[in-house]
């Protein structure tokens, strides 16, 4: 009989763990791919404004309107700055989750080795009681044979 594996229980809490942080890893990766998009976002409809504003100088603007305009693009400048910002804090904490995963499945790959290296040992202890059963399976029925024919 096989002896059970003594870090199996660190073996099942660093899978949780990994699995824990593989989780966490998409939700970064999401929060960041969300933070660009709205960023993109932002930045198209600053454009978007921009070509309004030409197209509105050309026609003439009195100053109140040119004002508006003005203050209007520097309120999405402001945004898509903020937002800027999100990205590059969005980014850093999907950075700090890669490393958090990558060391956590560092560990599980670490224990994870000793299981198999155990599994290993075992089968081989098994495997060397089981050929001396059988070689003294068959030596008992040699020596049976043997006292059968000498008689």
């Known amino acids: 009989m096989a002896n059970k594996f003594s870090l199996q229980p660190l073996l099942e ?21 969300s933070a660009r ?10 454009a978007d404004y921009a070509v309004k504003l030409r197209e509105a100088c050309q026609q003439g603007l009195t100053p109140l309107a040119l004002r508006n305009y003005q203050d209007f693009l520097a309120r999405i ?3 898509i700055s903020q937002q800027t910002q999100a990205v590059r804090h969005s980014e850093q904490n999907t950075a700090h989750g890669q490393e ?15 299981s ?11 495997n060397k009681q089981q050929q001396k059963i059988q070689e003294e399976h ?4 040699y020596a049976v044979r043997n006292d059968e024919e000498g008689e």
């Not at 068959?138 to 029925?141: E, G, L, Q």
Request: glycine residues 2%.
């Open 13 to 33: 809490l660093m899978q949780s763990r990994t699995d824990e942080a593989t989780r966490q890893l998409g939700h970064l990766i999401a929060a960041e791919q």
């Open 37 to 46: 998009s709205r960023l993109q976002m932002l930045e198209e409809y600053r």
């Open 77 to 79: 400048d402001e945004a």
């Open 100 to 114: 958090n995963w990558k060391e956590q499945n560092k560990r599980l790959k670490a224990i994870d080795t000793l």
């Open 116 to 126: 198999l290296r155990h599994e290993v040992r075992e089968k081989a202890i098994d």
């Open 138 to 141: 068959t030596a008992r029925k």
